[in-house]
């Protein structure tokens, strides 16, 4: 069965400095992977997603999102972090089924100090 | 603006009190789906829609009820509301077929039952 975890219930940066949240995923055949982020009182909003080819995938906001088959692992970064990227993160893995499902990641809440 | 709709967004009723949430899209997509969102469980699937009037069970249906007369719409039917299915619920939309098109999430709804 596909899944994704995430490891970190939050993480915690300071403004201007980069950041990293973590999303290891297990799936039989190519994964279709995905990081939404929702804000406070807001649905999920797309982030950036991999399908197949370039390892580094660049998304919204300045966002980008790193696939590493070897260590299953799709991690989200960004350079520089602004306070305004405090949100709820999370992955997700496309069922690889005919349901189209996405299944989700227990998320990650990204504090950023300033 | 393409969006999807959910109404209400916040809900407190009474155990055993029939209930329906809509859900809308403007974008003429072709599936549709509910999911719940509950602390450390991330989201999990209820329903989805792969067209009109094709619907099928997702991870977690027991206590819904889903129909889709028309393209746009998707409400969710809770027949008899019990105290476990408090939770805070987002339609979502995507274009058909195999490819991973990214989901579009309504604002989300949050239900309470007493």
């Known amino acids: 069965a596909q899944s994704v975890a995430q490891p970190e219930d939050q993480v915690n940066v300071a403004e201007g400095n980069p950041l990293t949240v973590k999303c290891t995923y297990s799936?039989?055949?190519?994964?279709?992977l995905f990081w939404y982020v929702q804000y406070p009182n807001r649905g999920l909003q797309f982030l950036l997603k991999?399908?197949?080819?370039?390892?580094l995938v660049k998304g919204s906001y300045g966002f980008e999102a790193e696939f590493n088959k070897s260590q299953t692992s799709f991690h989200l970064k960004k350079p520089s972090a602004l306070v305004s990227d405090s949100a709820l993160y999370f992955c997700?893995?496309?069922?690889?089924?005919?349901?189209?499902?996405?299944?989700f990641g227990t998320g990650t809440l990204l504090a950023v100090q300033p | 603006e393409a969006q999807v709709t959910q109404n209400p967004r916040y809900l407190i009723t009474v155990t055993g009190k029939k209930l329906t949430v809509t859900c809308s899209q403007n974008?003429?997509?072709?599936?549709m789906s509910w999911y719940r969102q509950d602390p450390g469980l991330g989201l999990r699937q209820i329903y989805y829609?792969?067209?009109?009037?094709?619907?099928d069970k997702g991870d977690v249906p027991e206590g819904y009820k889903v129909s889709r007369k028309e393209k746009r719409n998707f409400p969710l039917i809770l027949e008899s509301p019990s105290p476990n299915q408090t939770s805070l619920y987002f339609c979502?939309?995507?274009?058909?077929?195999?490819?991973?098109?990214?989901?579009?999430f309504g604002p989300g709804t949050r239900l309470t039952v007493t």
């Open positions: 799936v039989s055949g190519n994964p279709y």
């Open positions: 829609s792969m067209n009109v009037e094709v619907t």
């Open positions: 974008m003429n997509h072709e599936y």
């Open positions: 991999y399908i197949t080819g370039d390892n």
């Open positions: 997700a893995v496309e069922d690889g089924g005919a349901t189209n499902k996405l299944i």
């Open positions: 979502a939309s995507r274009r058909g077929g195999s490819l991973p098109y990214e989901q579009y």
